[in-house]
């Protein structure tokens, strides 16, 4: 049996100010979870996400951004 390893990736819209978290999106359909870690630490620890919580921080996120 093979393990897929994350693919990490940043959004487009980082401006490499440092405070980024990258995700692994390839692991949506084999393991069900979005891992997700910062990016100032990739050996650090990191959390995996279902699709609806990392939907849900999504959310959060752009409604912290419309109240800067």
Same mark, same amino acid.
């Given at each position: 049996m093979t393990t897929e390893s994350p693919r990490w *990736? +940043?959004?487009s819209y980082s401006n490499n100010g440092?405070?980024?978290i990258e995700v692994a999106t390839n692991l949506i359909?084999?393991?069900g979870v979005i891992p997700v870690r910062? *990016? +100032?630490d990739p050996d650090?620890?990191?959390l995996?996400?279902?699709p609806q919580a990392f939907a849900d921080l999504v959310a959060l996120a752009k409604q912290g951004q419309a109240h800067s």
């Amino acid at each position: 049996m093979t393990t897929e390893s994350p693919r990490w *990736s +940043k959004s487009s819209y980082s401006n490499n100010g440092g405070a980024c978290i990258e995700v692994a999106t390839n692991l949506i359909a084999t393991h069900g979870v979005i891992p997700v870690r910062d *990016s +100032k630490d990739p050996d650090g620890p990191h959390l995996h996400l279902t699709p609806q919580a990392f939907a849900d921080l999504v959310a959060l996120a752009k409604q912290g951004q419309a109240h800067s």
